[in-house]
């Protein structure tokens, strides 16, 4: 048994050499050590780099501000790896053309200052020192008594935090003056489509109203028109003439000039920098964000009563 044991042994040696495995298991057995000292190398290089940028800038700067070439700056990135989106500037948007002048004017009017920029500023400045969970419910009172009448709406999807935005504005008596926005895409379950005829109920309003592609009433017109899976095969025109363009269509026909969103902070990547009053760079629409400042368990907790008689 022990003759047979190292006769095995000398064959796979032996076939170890043919195929070239042990002059690379020694080569590379060399190679650890040089390879651990290049390791060691990088990192300490590192080190010494940004230690050197940081003792490079001027007393009291910001070391989340990075120097770049020529001299500019830019702002390091936000929370996970987030860049803050590009500022929007009303005045620039005017000189594009994307808005008419005077699309926001009464906000400057309303809040006392010379223009709507000042104005956003200082709505934002006001609302932000509201506790968190009431600010939804005094934006919501703000929207009803400065906005023009029957030129706003809530845009939402029926979400949690659409739904409790709903809610409150039906219990402060602010539905009956805010149209409610929803986007049937042809492709909702059908789950969604009892919810939405829940909500109706719920609340006995006539206010909800949907909006879908343009020239199609079904599933069925739609697939005829542009296929099974053309969200598969061009997303970016799906996503065109089931969501972008319905959407559009629906605050022309308001004539809107603010709409309100269900977007949080909390939901992570450019919306981290959300603001609760903000000027859209697509149309120059004013955007409300009234739980911009909540995370999901405010939400959930807030919209409880709803789950309860509208869900169920």
Known sequence: MVELRKEWKRAQLDLERSLGMRRRSSRWQ???????VVGVLSAATLVWSWS????SLPPGADPHVVGVRGGSKREAPGPQGTNRPPEVSLRGLRKQGSIKMGHLDFLAEAEGVHDVESALDKLNNRFDDIPVLQQPLAMLKWASNTLPEGKWAQVTSFGLSGLTILDMAAKSGVLEKMPVIT???LHLFPETYKLIENVKDFYDTQQIKSYRHKHTATLEEFNLKYGEKL???DPTLYDFVTKI?????????????AWITGRRKSQGG???????????PADGRLKLNPVANWVSSCVCTASLRVCVYVLC
Not at 30 to 36: D, E, N, T
Not at 52 to 55: E, M
Not at 249 to 254: I, T, V, Y
Not at 271 to 280: A, N, T
């Open 30 to 36: 060399k190679m650890r050590p040089l390879l651990l």
């Open 52 to 55: 050197g940028r940081l003792r």
């Open 183 to 185: 986007i049937d895409t």
């Open 231 to 233: 969200f598969k095969g």
């Open 245 to 257: 363009e319905p959407m559009k269509r629906a605050l022309d026909e308001l004539h809107a000039v």
């Open 270 to 280: 450019e919306r981290v920098f959300l603001k609760l009053f903000e000027v859209d």
